[in-house]
């Protein structure tokens, strides 16, 4: 289904947790544009979701979302575990999907997915928000511009201690995928790939701390790699270190003419180079992104384009997700934990 400009793109969320709340809240800035129900295998939760964010309807479970003639596209807002068949049931049923990053936990699980998609001709669009948001765009531009030469160095950093209760399903990795860095570090990864030059190798360390507490998961990593244009970058990645007002991160790219500083999750921009330091503000009104993914979204079922965070620029994400779990496992970290 390809919905007229003129005509609301009609959404189905299928789960209705707080992933799907955070998209739900986003989701209002763009009005009558996009119409939204929910499914979910508690019924009442999803009047409660439908009620809450003035649906056009709710469902008992996934599949009745999926068959309905009346949704254009689903939105999958599950586990990863569910995702491969969620989508692949949706695909067959001629919906359009927006399925959560990580998308897949398998490189198999995405080629299979391409196959149904170019099979059926429609969109799949992988969530991730991070690669819409005003800091990776203005990020982009910068270093497009030249604004700090020839790029040297790569630090991104994002820490913060945030615990998950003993009973969220991201404790069980074969719900979530793998561990916090595979579930939840994948969109850091992603920044740091999306920048214009292209991650060409990459080595995972991944600290033996004790897993102590409600939150089982192994919570921890640093990544380093090399770019194609030979600049080198690390990533530090924890959910059990301590940040400054929970959460203020700065992270730095370094240039033969100049540094960015920037607060990693899209708060403000330093450029130092030649002349005074330049603050730059990469907007608020969209800061994580949301909007412009789903605008994305819209555009490219409408016109039949390719979205920018298609299912083939997923697949290289994959494809450095698998390198440092690989790198793990050959270093014997794996084994070590």
């Not at 990580?102 to 969109?123: F, K, Q, S």
Request: hydrophobic share 40%; charged share 25%; proline share 5%.
């Amino acid at each position: 289904m390809s919905p007229h400009a003129s005509t609301p793109l009609r959404l189905a969320f299928l789960g209705c947790g707080f992933i799907t709340k955070v998209h739900s809240r986003h989701l209002r800035a763009l009005g009558p544009a996009v119409s939204c129900r929910y499914a979910s295998r508690d019924r009442a939760r999803a009047e409660a979701f439908s009620r809450m964010f003035h649906g056009a309807g709710s469902y008992g479970d996934y599949r009745a979302a999926i068959e309905d003639p009346a949704v254009d596209a689903v939105v999958i807002a599950v586990p990863p575990r569910f995702h491969l068949d969620l989508t692949l049931q949706a695909l067959a049923a001629g919906k359009h999907v927006l399925v959560e990053k990580p998308a897949y936990p398998r490189m198999d699980d995405y080629e299979t997915v391409r196959r149904a998609r170019d099979a059926a001709g429609l969109v799949v669009l992988v969530g991730e928000n991070d690669h819409y948001k005003p800091l990776a765009v203005r990020l982009r531009q910068l270093l497009a511009e030249g604004v700090i030469g020839d790029m040297v160095f790569a630090h991104f950093t994002t820490l913060v201690k945030r615990f998950k209760t003993a009973d969220d399903w991201r404790n069980d990795e074969t719900m979530a995928g793998g561990d916090a860095f595979f579930e939840e570090g994948i969109h850091w990864l992603h920044l740091a790939a999306s920048l214009g030059p292209r991650i060409v190798a990459v080595q995972g360390y991944r600290p033996v701390l004790p897993q102590d507490g409600p939150d089982r998961r192994i919570k921890s990593m640093m990544v380093a790699f090399r770019y194609d244009n030979q600049a080198v970058g690390s990533l530090y990645y924890s959910r059990e270190v301590p940040s400054l007002l929970q959460g203020l991160r700065v992270s730095k790219l370094f240039g033969r003419k100049g540094i960015i500083s920037f607060e990693s999750n899209g708060g403000f921009i330093v450029v130092r180079g030649t002349g005074w330091p330049r603050l730059v503000l990469p907007g608020f009104r969209d800061i994580r992104g949301y909007q412009a993914m789903y605008r994305d979204f819209a555009a490219a079922i409408r016109t039949g384009g390719v979205p920018q965070m298609s299912l083939e620029r997923a697949i290289e994400d994959q494809r450095l997700m698998d390198d440092i779990y690989g790198s793990l496992a050959r270093t014997g970290q794996l084994a070590a934990q």
